[in-house]
């Protein structure tokens, strides 16, 4: 009954056991350090065994003679052998590998506990009792010693128990002679299996120090390397710890920080942070910092609390990065970004953000504000003749006069180009004040082109057109408030004084050039355009010389259109090269009949072209192609080109004018006088004809110093051996006037002829 029950107890224990060591499996792996940890931790023990060893045989010589003698023998030589492989390991490790060590480890171990655990159930027959219970306590003792010194492999700890236990645990099954023995069985396997749980504690432990270490190194390392001051503080906001990374970030020395207690830093900003994280939980804080030095920083600090065992706070850790560099870089991205590299205004993007923030403010909701769209007058001649340079010049002087006439609350950008826009926000909330102001910064602002422009010794009069947008309060479409400056500013490039209101009536003009414009690009398909002919004639008998070919546009609802109507949007929606080929072909087609039927009797009849359209390829040898195709010669077609557009795009004018008057093609300078051209240009250009505007000749009656003028401007066209062509002559006394300055003249004018539809001109004088 006795023995089933410990039979049982040991079944028991022995399946525990074999979950035990499948447990093991994972936890043991083979590596360097537990090889040489385990022949580190052998020499002593070794020692301690010999003399166990040498004792053992003093004890049971008397009994057992030569056979303890042999045991004894074969001991010393073993472990003789063990100390000498572990000197070996020790000088020279390089000698075998590290799994050849192990392996050496292991079966001498093995071999040691097989040969000592011989006395546990081969001498142990020949004792009596008192030597048999010295053996057990000897085995005994050596098991538990062994628990230490092979602790670092739990596998071979546990087998070299079981070695030295279980046989001699089955001799004691055996020699059930007495009770005691059974006892003694159950007690050494009871003892067996609390070793081997201390040994996996040893072992586990031993695991989670190991774990612990490297955790702590791995910490220290990070607080020691990690790009970033650390610092650990007390809850009284004492720095206990920093890292020298913290020391040379405000530039200090480690010592100096240490025992600093932050309430003392001038700079309490971060203070705030580091006590909250006390408290409250983590906290960060990203923005500037002066540091003791007072240097100025930009820094991402952050902190949180660190417990005692019982989860008590008992401080804080502090991590400070310098975010100067990237804080400078992005706050001068931020900056390039919303200004204008040239004059360091706001440019467009800059604009827009800083009007949605004015039209969000509460402000906005009673004031008015005034919005005020600047453009500079002829700023493409300047660029154009006088080179890009002097255009910036120009552009930087106009800020630097905007910059001193507005104060700080102003917002002046610019939009590109030579656009400027400038807000003066809030300026009232009546509107008649808000008026007011418009008017007088207006002027201001016209004012500060009275000056000239002085630039590498030149002087350069500039003007400027401003649209005027009053914003209402509380409207907030600011694209809707900079659409109706721009259209006002165009409205303010042909108003007398240049300036001009936004009113809803621009709206509408916009809109109707907006559909014009669209009906524009269909009138030839729809053959609605129509030529008219004007004579030219000589002042002193009216004898017919040219003509001058100008369209009209017989529009389905708006009736016959001037090219004043027209012109200038063809132009600008691109389509005026369109428009000239269709006045070519058809005064060329209509030259040829004429020619045909033996009525032409004309020098030639001019065509008006812009110069802009120069710009496109090949116009000198698609015109001649035309003229040829027509069977024209090329003197039969003169080209006018206006003073205004020459200016504009003179630099491809200079060769097709020379091209064109090198095949023949005679040109004028159309409408002269009015585009201040300097004689430079008309010494550079090869024209034949000078057409003179009708605005010189307008009150040359009433007022003797206009005839002065125009005598002058004739005097000058004469230098340059220039035809002259006077336009615009309405009456006898004007006529009159102009044939006592010079008998040569001719002219263009109602007096003579209104236009006339190229079928009537043809009746009325090709007979
Ligand atoms: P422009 O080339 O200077 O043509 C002369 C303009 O003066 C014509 O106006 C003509 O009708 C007008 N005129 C002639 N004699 C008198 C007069 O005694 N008193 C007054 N008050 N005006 C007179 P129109 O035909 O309205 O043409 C206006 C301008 O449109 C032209 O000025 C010319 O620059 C442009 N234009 C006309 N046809 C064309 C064209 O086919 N192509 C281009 N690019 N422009 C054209
Ligand atoms: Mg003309
Ligand atoms: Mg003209």
Redesign the pocket.
């Known amino acids: 009954m006795f023995a089933s029950s410990s039979y049982s107890l040991m079944y028991n224990a022995a399946m525990n056991l074999k979950k035990l060591s499948s447990k093991l499996e994972e936890l043991q792996s083979m590596d360097e350090s537990v090889v040489t940890s385990l022949y580190a931790l052998s020499s002593r023990s070794l020692l301690v065994l010999l003399l166990l060893v040498t004792l053992s045989t003093v004890a049971l010589y008397p009994i057992l003679h030569s056979s303890i003698i042999f045991w004894f023998l074969s001991l010393v030589i073993l472990t003789g052998y063990r100390l000498y492989s572990a000197y070996i390991f020790k000088k020279d490790p390089e000698k075998y590998s590290i799994g050849v060590w192990y392996r050496k480890f292991i079966l001498n171990a093995v071999m040691t506990a097989l040969l000592f655990s011989t006395i546990g159930f081969i001498f142990i027959y020949q004792v009596d009792y008192y030597y048999q219970l010295y053996i057990v306590a000897v085995l005994l003792g050596l098991s538990s010693g062994s628990a230490v010194s092979l602790s670092p492999d739990i596998r071979l700890n546990i087998g070299y128990a079981i070695i030295l236990l279980f046989p001699l645990m089955i001799t004691m099954l055996f020699l059930e002679d007495t009770p005691l023995h059974l006892i003694l069985a159950v007690s050494l396997f009871l003892y067996f299996i609390a070793q081997v749980t201390t040994i996996y504690k040893i072992y586990t432990q031993k695991e989670e120090f190991n774990t612990l270490k490297s955790e702590h190194m791995l910490l220290h390392s990070l607080f020691k390397n990690a790009p970033l001051g650390i610092f650990t503080y007390s809850k009284d906001l004492e720095i206990l710890e920093c890292n020298t990374q913290l020391g040379s970030l405000f530039e200090h020395e480690k010592e100096t920080i240490i025992g600093m207690n932050l309430n003392t830093l001038p700079d309490s900003r971060i203070v705030e942070t580091l006590k909250h994280s006390l408290t409250q939980g983590p906290k960060s804080y990203v923005g500037p910092y002066t540091s003791l030095n007072n240097k100025h920083f930009w820094i991402d600090a952050k902190a949180f609390s660190f417990t005692d065992t019982a989860n008590r706070i008992v401080g804080g850790v502090g991590m400070i990065e310098d975010k100067t560099k990237e804080h400078t870089a992005l706050t001068e991205l931020k900056y390039m970004v919303q200004h204008d590299v040239l004059t360091g205004l706001l440019n467009r993007r800059g604009f827009k953000n800083h009007i949605e923030n004015l039209v969000n403010d509460i402000k906005h909701e009673t004031f008015f504000s005034i919005l005020f769209y600047l453009d500079l007058d002829q700023f493409k001649s300047i660029n154009d003749s006088l080179g890009h340079g002097i255009g910036d010049d120009v552009l930087l002087i106009v800020s630097k006069r905007l910059l001193k006439l507005l104060d700080e609350e102003c917002i002046v950008s610019r939009l590109g180009g030579d656009e400027f826009i400038i807000v003066i926000p809030y300026i009232s909330e009546d509107r008649n004040i808000a008026n007011q102001e418009a008017q007088e910064f207006s002027r201001e602002l016209q004012d500060i082109f009275l000056d000239p422009f002085i630039i590498k010794e030149m002087q350069l009069h500039i003007q400027s057109s401003i649209g005027i947008v009053l914003m209402e309060p509380g409207y907030t479409n600011t694209e809707e408030i900079i659409r109706h400056a721009d259209l006002s500013m165009y409205q303010a490039k042909i108003a007398n004084d240049h300036i001009s209101y936004y009113d809803s009536s621009l709206d509408k003009q916009q809109k109707d050039l907006f559909l014009l414009q669209h009906d524009l690009a269909y009138a030839i398909e729809k053959n609605q355009f129509e030529l008219?002919l004007?004579p030219i004639v000589s002042v002193k008998e009216d004898a017919l010389f040219s003509a001058?070919?100008?369209?009209r546009w017989q529009h389905p609802t708006k009736g016959l259109l001037?090219?004043?109507d027209f012109?200038p949007l063809a132009l600008k929606a691109g389509l005026?090269s369109k428009?000239?080929w269709w006045?070519l072909d058809n005064i060329c087609q209509h030259i040829s009949q004429w020619k045909k039927e033996n009525r032409w009797q004309l020098e030639y009849v001019s065509?008006?072209?812009?110069a802009q359209q120069f710009v496109e390829n090949n116009f000198a040898i698609e015109f001649l192609r035309r003229l040829k195709e027509h069977g024209l010669d090329t003197k039969d077609i003169m080209v006018?080109i206006?003073e205004r557009s020459l200016i504009d795009n003179f630099n491809n004018t200079q060769d097709i004018i020379n091209e064109l008057r090198r095949k023949g093609v005679k040109c004028a300078i159309?409408?002269f006088g009015i585009g201040y051209s300097s004689l430079s240009y008309l010494k550079k250009l090869s024209f034949n004809t000078l057409?003179i505007?009708?605005a010189f000749i307008k009150d040359i009656v009433s007022n003797p110093e206009e005839l002065h003028l125009v005598s002058t401007i004739l005097d000058i066209g004469r230098q340059f051996n220039y035809n002259i062509v006077i336009?615009?002559?309405?009456d006898k006394k004007q006529k009159e006037l102009l044939l006592a300055l010079d008998s040569n003249l001719r002219y263009?004018?109602?007096?003579f002829s209104?236009?006339l539809h190229a079928d009537e001109f043809r009746q009325a004088f090709l007979k």
């Open positions: 008219f004007q001058e070919a100008l369209i001037s090219p004043d012109i005026l428009v000239t006045v065509i008006n072209v812009n006018e206006t159309d409408d057409k505007d009708k336009e615009g002559i309405e263009q004018g109602y007096h209104k236009p």
